[in-house]
């Protein structure tokens, strides 16, 4: 089995895949979600790898490599040195200048991060035409394939949530008035993301829901409406994330939502790149 990990800047999740060769059989057999806390400890780290596999059926003998994509620097050297203590085995930490599955044609690959390139492959692996992988983290990617297997870049914006509590702390005087409407609001963005009844608010909660929650909808609609102007050709559409869920529904731009697309991705690039010593 293949553990495959993608460190965040909000968030760590792990995936168990099993032997399967198929590329499209892409659902893990477990997964688990952590907050990706820079000022973790290794034990720490272990016991919550050994809690997930413990809960899930598994244990380290069932695992033959691990294969690791961070965009966190010091998370990394952690989870590197936890999983090898763990599998006695180094795992495969992805980098650019591996081989992704897809010809990076942008002007400074290095700059590209890695969770967009194990997007960028998850998504040209499952199609045969031209295709958006749209992550929504802390940052929401527009990563782009063209039909001919090419990295052509993309787009990177504010986050949902981070638009969200950008706007809060900048505007406090809003969150005092939504919160004289009684809704209960999350303490991390101060904006419930929850798409209105109606785009026309009818008090501060339901108007920022909407310049928020529809407003940024309409931010990822006039994107993928320019990329696939750019690139006059169908194109196909998988949105992935923690915060994908919101915003996939309430547009017909996006053709599917996949919350496992990174982890695909990582098992995509590991396989490729597993000939390693």
């Not at 999983?83 to 690959?109: S, T, Y």
């Not at 040209?124 to 990295?151: E, I, L, Q, S």
């Not at 949105?239 to 869920?245: E, F, H, I, R, V």
């Not at 017909?252 to 010593?277: E, F, M």
């Amino acid at each position: 089995m293949l553990l495959a990990v993608d460190i965040g800047n909000s968030s760590v999740v792990m995936g168990a895949y099993g032997d399967s060769d198929d590329d499209n059989d892409e659902d893990p057999l477990a997964t688990r979600r952590l907050p990706a806390d820079r000022r973790g400890r290794p034990e720490a780290l272990r016991q919550s790898l050994l809690a997930f596999w413990q809960e899930s059926g598994f244990g380290a003998q069932d695992f033959e490599d691990a294969a690791l994509c961070s965009v966190v620097a010091p998370l990394t050297e952690l989870w590197k040195g936890m999983l090898a203590d763990v599998l006695e085995r180094e795992p495969l930490v992805l980098h650019q200048g591996m081989d992704v599955g897809v010809i990076l044609e942008v002007r400074n690959p290095d700059q590209v991060g890695m969770d967009r390139l194990v997007d960028a492959a998850a998504v040209r692996a499952r199609t045969t035409g031209a295709a958006v992988a749209v992550d929504f983290g802390t940052a929401t990617t527009f990563n782009v394939v063209d039909a001919g297997g090419r990295f052509r870049g993309g787009a990177i914006a504010p986050g949902l949530a981070t638009a969200a509590e950008s706007l809060m702390e900048r505007a406090p005087v809003l969150l005092d008035l939504a919160r004289e409407s009684g809704d209960q609001l999350p303490a991390s963005t101060g904006v419930a993301l929850v798409p209105p009844s109606s785009a026309i608010g009818r008090d501060t909660d339901e108007a920022l829901r909407s310049g928020v929650v529809l407003g940024y909808t309409g931010l990822v609609e006039g994107l993928l409406a320019r990329i696939r102007d750019e690139l006059d050709t169908p194109l196909t559409v998988i949105s992935t994330g923690g915060l994908g869920n919101i915003v996939t529904p309430l547009t017909s731009a996006i053709d599917q939502y996949d919350p496992w697309l990174t982890l695909a991705g990582i098992r995509t690039v590991y396989r490729l790149n597993a000939s390693r010593a």
